[in-house]
């Protein structure tokens, strides 16, 4: 209702800004007697931080989450969870330069046009850095959904160069820095990356998730079906422009005969034949793999100089310059991990509620 | 919630089955004060109903909306509204040939692994039946915006079949059965449709909404961004696959300085050079025309056996039969209209909450 | 959120004036494979039916429910209810003299300050019809929480005359017109409120309700206690003041000692040797009996003369005739019922959502 | 919906144990431009602090809060606001003799049946320390509701003990110890005190909270009274039994002319020639003082052997030592007052919504 909470069921609300003390947020309706302490969700947190290779930004932050509620011997109790982040590389630098302008492709307009004030330093509020409560939160999620499923994600574009599906290795993502499942594609990516970087540049990249192990019946009719909440979570991602679910958009160019997923019996189960619907019909789980991707469009901070106009509605100039991804989508990844995780927790509680 | 009801502060609570007595929603935090009656409603009901061409299914709904409250004198007096359709055209026919199977494509199986029982009369709740509430409650909405704000929509691409965005005219759009803006592209279109239905098979489309006259400022940081709120209601469509806002998916393999909506000063207010980001901004409208595109599927019934399992967990196939559209992308567009609509009212009365 | 919608879980939307066509609401939630008719839900209408004895608003209403949706031969299906309850005894009568003054004691001018604008036939959206579509929710509310619970209530105070709680029998509750459980109250209250109601004058009443075999661990910490959702969900019923659980007011003057509920176990289970919590610990259900009472407020149309303003800012004065109950707190007792088996119900889908 | 969070518009989202390392809440919702620092919080947390007579518990908490987001330079940005409140006093006594037992008046069993885990040092979850949070937020929902209005509250019974009403003096209440109006009353009360404490037993109390300066027009129709939210609102305080609404039960024996506050025009202003309905009408505010009184039973903490069960299910006794108040009642006045404030203030940002 307010905009930083997320879910019904499992309550994720959120706080903090980019340059602020700290971030963090309160996560409520966890089913309590769950093993949870904070290694768990800081393996999650190492995944997303920046600094990790010249890649992604070189902002040095830790990033430790500390549990300060809801855990008790080592289990959750039921309470909602308080996790904390402490800011430490938040530095006073000099935002003289920008802070009376409107940065192209960044939330500064829209913020200064909707609330008048705004926290300038490092984006405030806006700034990607409250995907860390995200990636803390998904971890729980991961927790609620149990050992049988798993929700894993790849980078599947890079600017204009897509993986080689036939090449697909989930092991590959593990081992490069992009997340890429194809390791010929991400030798390109990376000298592609590196021209893009050195030309003060950006670039965008689809994210791909994948919710194996989830069971049929989640979800619910009409306006909160389940890929409709996992669009929603997916493109509240900062940079996300297009979401699709199985098929998505090729699915225009089929046939109904061609989309339809047809099943039969096999060792006394529903099986499908294939899964253009990307694991969801009529907007509830068919137990199949949840496969969605998502649109990240380029990093808006480029050192290439670009016409805007400042507070006092003056004609400007702005480049932006500081510790910027040259492409956001990369550490996406464990964002739109996260969201799909905290989505199919949500409606695993709703289900067991109503159908449980 | 619990699924069928849209919104947080324009809320929308719905009902009903495709083959039930009737359909009806209530719609609940409408500012007082606005004039309303059933004719302004009526007018977006007509749009959407069925079997006003031979494109479209050939059910015979005359989709009269009846207003049992909420509205008196001619004004909506903020009780809510209570709205009902009755269902005229629920054929008493022989469903014994599909109740214990699962059409390949359709919520049958899940409903099933959902609910344990289900309403197989023409779909039950998963009937796209349920869109007609969609587009009485987007007609209110639309009262809400207020005459400065326009939303329409448009086919822009049926099967593999694009419109040329070169030839785009509004007003053609209501010339054709199809909602199409380009003419040539209509003509195109009818052809195929003609040879789709004739084959017994279907095809997808992609809608294009577009909302002007937009305040800047609408929408919520984190996760209820404007854009966030927007691909969800979409989404939440039947048969939608996928969703995208500006350049969307396209975005991906632009530069940063490319993607970028540079800013200058012009007649004394703030204006964007290009709309890459369709009108949404960190999540809040920027003033510009939001713009979003959602692609649907083909039609799930098609008269091509397929192969599919019952609720004995016996290997069948299915031929389906009936009223079906062969695009139902088609009738689409009023519907991703009327959710865009509702999506703007409700954040407009948040912003109005907040900031106001 | 926007005041006519009640519950999380179990859901219900409710909409409809005193004097328009029809009122109704929409239950979302119910879990699916319950069995239920129309006539489950008359059963509860007809007890609050006006018009039963002398005692009640003569407004002759067969409150006919029938259900629109959501039920498949004769079960629930998960899908919403909807439900609709033509108003057929709302006289067209002359309302000239009432409707552009503020009435003592009712929302006239609450809702003209609020609005702007009102809907004053038979006070409209703030008249006690309303209350009709509570009681067929509680129905349904009833039958989530299954035959093992029970959900009842009585009057236990007229005016100055409370019951004599050593002859309490709830029994007797069934045999007389005020749902009396003292068969001497019931004929002292006869009495009164003949006097009452031939003075032209009005008086107030103590609701009492219990639920039995409601299961311990239903509530939820700090703000969603079941008692303050209980204690809410009584404090919306129209013209009620207070409303105390278990003890209630008394516990100020208790000692701790005295208070408290010890516990001892007997036959295997912990047992309370008193019930001064009213069933309620910490905000969540004990397992004993829940217990709430409400105090209900002197109908406020009297046909003595009283001293008002009109909305032309004028000083005048008023005289309400019609058909009204000189004590509403008798038909407050089904109301209260309803709205005690609705928030159990929505707290049990919650427990099983989180702890199930 | 998961028990811990506060409100619709104006959002508390609160976490934190008795003996956690820190309490807190994200406050969501609030306007931005609000000029707000630590110290306007402060001082109402330094009003709820225990230890600051020999009338309230022990513990040693300074409770100082901190703002970790949502405000720069002064003033709110419309962003979320985490307040943060570290546990100082937390001492980590032997829990051994009360960890396996359900103490008799407290939450131990009910969260026991609930959760199956607990956290028993000092209530965990279930202690009053959350209340802190509850007026902390309410520090920020007084700054929305502007200086115009004016939030404050009273002890007007103790144990068996009311305040004479002729005596009520709003400053007396700044100078004793208990928030008591009238000053015979508070010399009364410290004697009485005394003795409970030293009997080792405990006293309940009646807090009155008045709202003045409110506008009319606050609330909404059927579920979302504003009389209803504040009865949850306070009946959501640990240890509150019952509340009432202006006249409350007493409305019930007086006759209806009695009860109908009555109007007339003064100034050009509509004005009300009495408050029995405690400035609410059909659940909105209209424009008189809100009124409400809290019942508080005596504190569960007592000294006298008590009989109770522990989690093996074998009858044992309890004593409950440690740092308590004899009457939390006092405590509770600050509480009230907050929660209160919390109410109007989300309704009024509701009202700003629909009708602003």
Redesign the interface.
Known sequence: ??????G??F?V?????SH???????V??????IELDEEDIQVYLDRRRPGQSRHTSQRREPDRV?I???V??G????????L?IVNEDARSKDYGAIKDL?R????D???H???????YRGG???SAR?TATRVAAGAIARKILGPSATVRGALV?M??HPVDRDRWDWNEVERNPFWCPDAVAAKTWEDFLDD?RKAG??????VEVVASGVP??????????L???I??????I?A??????????A???????????????RD?A?TF?SN???G????????QDIVARL????????S?P????NVH???VQVVTTGRHDPCV?IRGVPVAEAMLACVLADHL????????
């Open positions: 209702m307010t905009g930083n909470t997320f019904s069921l309550r609300a959120t706080f903090g800004e602020g003390p700290a971030i963090g947020c309160v409520d309706g966890v089913p309590p007697g500390r300060l509620s809801g008790f011997e289990r959750t109790t039921g309470a909602p969870i308080g904390l409107f192209p492709g960044h939330a307009y829209t913020y046009a909707k609330y008048g004030v705004r926290d405030g509020r806006s409250e574009q600017g204009p893009v540049s950006s670039t965008g990249g689809v049929a019946g989640l979800g619910a009719p009409v306006f909160d079906r890929d409709a909440d669009a929603k979570a997916l493109i509240s900062p996300a422009k297009g979401v699709e679910i199985g098929a998505g958009f699915a225009v160019s089929m046939s109904g005969p061609e989309h339809n997923d047809e099943m039969r019996m006394g529903v034949l253009n619907a990307g969801v019909l009529g907007g509830i789980s068919s137990g649109a990240i469009k380029p990093t808006s901070s480029v290439t670009q016409r805007t106009v509605g003056e004609d989508a509680l709703r289900h067991k509620a109503q159908c449980g």
